[in-house]
């Protein structure tokens, strides 16, 4: 079968993905691991994580000094878990993307969005060979593409799809996880790959996959901050989580200023080449803008909601608005504030 990335420029991929597997219970504190704790210190946050997020921007951009919290960092290969996690209370706060918050509401589990970012979508990406005749989504039909269930990605698919006049049933959908559906793309066993940076920067960055189409003007760009109901309901646990939602922010504004050195830290973090870092950074990860989770988020995700409910892959409508606590917003600009820029965007 054809191969469309040699074996060594996988590597680094694999290691990130191997890294993001299973659940850590480091501790961090003032100055980082290991380091002190002051008096204020006897309150623990657990809050959840990704190989390469909110911990290493946070360490990256020197926000994890001078904490008056202890911080118990729990790593999860993607945000329906790490969700999961939230809804059983073993952790308290967690990033994830637009989607995962979707599919916990509306299998019941309790959450709520406290925060929100907004990003450019040039990310979230359906990719093909290079020498694909594919050219429109709408020439997808009848093909086979390999999507993760309940991601960002796969309502990109579906609106990427009902935009060319397609549904998902005129297509042959494989649900898989990005390891697994790195190795069926690389390998020729579908002829396209619905994924988010930095998976779409890594296999650009290889120059022989190009993208299809992307998620600009189709996907919201929102990723945002989910909390346990019964951590919010603890006035010590909400103060705390109300600073980590800050000192986020502000890191989110130093990876704007700094995308060569965050791209260096998250290279190390994660085990990704630096280019693929830099190319990720300045395609989606450093175009967020820290917004609020206002009337225009919630109605941009009731309609992912009532997409997914309508296709049977939830088990029931909801109101989004039920899962939604706004006591963070402050006088951040509204959701559907621009995303940041770096210029020219990279190939």
């Known amino acids: 079968m054809k191969r469309f990335l040699p074996?060594?420029?996988?590597l680094p991929l694999a290691l990130l993905l191997s890294a993001c597997s299973g659940?850590?219970?480091?501790?961090?504190s003032s100055g980082g691991a290991g380091g002190s704790v002051d008096g204020k210190g006897s309150l623990t946050l657990n809050v959840g994580?990704?190989?390469?997020?909110?911990?290493?921007?946070?360490?990256a951009a020197g926000e994890l000094d001078d904490l008056p919290y202890r911080i118990k960092?729990?790593?999860f290969t993607s945000g329906p878990p790490l969700l999961e996690a939230v809804n059983a209370k073993a952790v308290d706060v967690g990033s994830v993307g637009n989607t995962p918050p979707v599919f916990a509401a509306g299998s019941g589990s309790k959450i709520s969005i406290v925060a929100a970012t907004h990003g450019d979508s040039a990310g979230e990406a359906i990719l093909v060979p290079?020498?694909?005749p594919l050219r429109t989504p709408a020439d997808l039909k009848g093909k086979s593409v390999a999507v993760a269930q309940g991601s960002s990605a796969h309502y990109q698919l579906i609106a990427s799809l009902r935009k060319a006049g397609l549904g998902p049933e005129d297509i042959k959908i494989s649900l898989l996880q990005p390891a697994d559906a790195l190795a069926a793309f690389t390998s020729g066993r579908v002829d396209a790959w619905a994924v988010w940076d930095p998976y779409t920067s890594q296999v650009l960055r290889g120059g022989k996959s190009r993208v299809l189409t992307d998620g600009n003007g189709l996907v919201n760009g929102l990723g945002f901050q989910v909390a346990a109901p019964s951590a919010l309901a603890d006035k010590q646990k909400a103060a705390a989580i109300g600073d980590l939602i800050e000192r986020l922010r502000r890191a989110q504004d130093w990876v704007f200023k700094h995308p060569e050195e965050w791209a260096k830290a998250w290279a190390k973090d994660t085990g990704l080449p630096y280019g693929v870092a830099l190319d990720a950074v300045k395609r989606s990860y450093g175009t967020r803008v820290p917004v609020a989770v206002d009337a225009a988020a919630i109605a941009s995700e009731q309609q992912i909601?009532?997409?997914f409910a309508e296709l049977k892959l939830i088990p029931r409508r909801f109101d989004f608005a039920d899962y939604v606590d706004d006591r963070f917003n402050k006088d951040?600009?509204?959701?559907t504030s621009p995303a940041r820029s770096y210029g020219k965007a990279t190939s």
């Open 305 to 307: 909601a009532d997409t």
């Open 73 to 75: 960092w729990s790593t």
């Open 332 to 335: 951040l600009p509204p959701s």
């Open 49 to 59: 994580d990704q190989k390469g997020g909110s911990e290493a921007v946070l360490r």
């Open 23 to 28: 659940s850590s219970a480091a501790d961090d």
């Open 7 to 10: 074996a060594a420029a996988l």
């Open 130 to 132: 290079k020498d694909s």
